[in-house]
């Protein structure tokens, strides 16, 4: 990375530069199979299976590489090019899912997708059940180093002042790509085949993977050896210590694992909701989306005012007052519209969390250690959600024990409201603006202390000018991601 250090007002209508522009279209991209992803992925599994813990278990196995993997996925983060690592990862999801393309072709044996939209038995196809398990495992896997490099990345090409901007840009364009016009494009590609929707998110990958691969410049942690041998204990732990010590991001980081944990415990079984509980089919499923493209799009232009205006800290209590609002109303409702209108208001909440606290982290670690701390708030933020997608398949089983169906199906957001609201509670005192901003200027100056600017431009773009001089999925992501997901929506 280059050393040249330049001022970079804060000035959100400026230009963020080319180098963001590819990153920005690549996500965009990316997104857009997202979507298609999310209908195509929870449908097939609904069509091989109706039992809600083995439509959790393939939920769980995407999350699980979080809980097992972000640790030493830091490690390497912050010991590789970032962009060459982003890059290998999109190429291999593009395979695995290519993989998933072919098999689900090469089956002859499935329900139609109205069939399991209405609920229609079958008995489940353990061969193709494993394959979809596996191929989730291993694209969770891949996805949890590509999303690590991938926030740690944006530093390297936008200046500290300009974040929150990059960052509500990139998650507005987002949403409208995964929630709005991926969704409702993957449900006409099932009504074509089972397949065709997985040939298409094959391809996203691997047209992210080249607009990555165009990013100019080196992408390798300043100042840093990566030919010494790995210490992985003393590496991760020096991650572990920077951020436990942290007075604001161990208890962001305790407080975003128990968010994203209960999130998942009401969304392990969402395709089993929408199908036997708001009765839609494939179409309508995707239409919900909409809600949250909205909401997202809404919430990614807002964040950065809503900041200044509110206050980080009180813009922070208004995503955990949504969350325990917004779960109780749809744990009650048979209502797709209510559902819409309620991922909305969700997402909107949840893209103004992912502004503030995103753009903070990226603000005040060390670029040295961007990396580890990252995975270890990660592993914390990221690590709850098999747990809460397993707590979540149980939770319907046990329901189906003491009542029926619906009730069994309710249940998970039910349960995830009245816990929202203890986290509230005990948030409130702990994300206040005042340590917020005292912890962002602080960041920012000793990044400023140790002589880099933040972008990583090369000689070259300083010379020229041409640097910028600035600073769910058809449900709501989790919270705190770079990227909305694929399987359980979900940033």
């Known amino acids: 990375m280059s050393d040249i250090t330049t001022e970079r007002p804060a000035d959100p209508k400026a230009r963020l530069g080319p180098q963001y522009a590819k990153l920005w279209t690549a996500s965009v991209v990316s997104n857009l199979g997202d979507g298609i992803g999310f209908v195509a992925y929870p449908w097939l599994a609904s069509a091989i299976t109706r039992n809600p813990l083995l439509i959790a278990l393939i939920a769980v196995a995407q999350r699980l590489p979080w809980l097992v993997f972000t640790l030493p996925a830091g490690v390497i983060t912050d010991r590789v090019d ?12 593009a395979g695995l899912t290519l993989a998933v393309a072919f098999v689900v072709l090469a089956e002859n044996d499935l329900p139609t997708p109205d069939q399991a939209a209405a609920g229609t038995a079958v008995a489940t196809d353990a061969v193709l059940y494993t394959v979809l398990l596996l191929a989730t495992l291993l694209l969770g896997c891949a996805e949890v180093l590509r999303d690590n490099a991938a926030q740690t990345i944006l530093p390297a090409i936008v200046a500290p002042e300009a974040l929150e901007s990059a960052n509500g840009r990139m998650w507005g364009a987002e949403m409208v790509a995964n929630s709005f016009a991926g969704p409702p494009l993957g449900s006409l590609l099932i009504g074509v085949t089972f397949a065709m929707p997985f040939f298409v998110d094959a391809g996203s990958f691997a047209v992210a993977a080249g607009l990555v691969f165009m990013l100019s410049g080196d992408f390798r942690t300043r100042g840093r050896e990566t030919g010494e041998r790995v210490n992985w204990k003393t590496e991760i732990g020096e991650g572990f210590r920077w951020l436990w010590r942290h007075p604001l991001l161990r208890p962001m980081a305790i407080i975003l694992g128990f968010l994203n944990g209960l999130g998942m415990i ?8 929408a199908q036997e509980v708001l009765e839609v089919d494939a179409f309508l499923f995707a239409v919900l989306g909409t809600g949250g493209a909205i909401g997202g799009v809404v919430g990614s232009w807002l964040a950065p005012g809503i900041s200044r205006r509110l206050g980080s800290g009180a813009s922070l209590y208004l995503t955990l007052g949504a969350s325990v609002v917004t779960s109780l109303v749809i744990g009650i409702t048979s209502s797709w519209v209510v559902t819409w209108v309620m991922f909305m208001v969700m997402t909107f909440a949840a893209v103004v969390w992912n502004v503030i606290t995103v753009s903070l982290r990226q603000t005040i670690i060390p670029d040295r250690l961007l990396g580890r701390v990252n995975s270890v ?25 003491v009542s029926d169906r619906v009730f069994a199906l309710r ?5 995830s409201a009245a816990a929202y609201l203890v986290v509230f509670f005990y948030a409130v005192p702990r994300l206040t603006t005042e340590r917020i901003e005292s912890a962002r200027a602080e960041g920012i100056a000793a990044k400023r202390a140790e002589g880099g600017s933040g972008p990583g431009a090369t000689d070259a773009e300083v010379a020229t000018g041409a640097v910028s001089e600035t600073g769910v999925a058809t449900a709501p992501p989790p919270i705190d991601l770079d990227r909305p997901s694929r399987l359980d929506e979900e940033e």
Do not use: C, H, S
């Not at 249940?411 to 349960?415: F, K, Q, S």
């Open 82 to 93: 970032r962009r060459k690592l982003i890059v290998l990862m999109d190429v291999i999801r």
């Open 411 to 415: 249940l998970p957001w039910l349960v």
């Open 266 to 273: 009401a969304f392990a079984t969402l395709v089993l909701f």
């Open 377 to 401: 708030y990660r592993f914390f933020g990221w690590g709850m959600m098999p747990l809460g997608l397993a707590a979540g398949g149980l939770l319907v089983w046990f329901g189906e024990q």
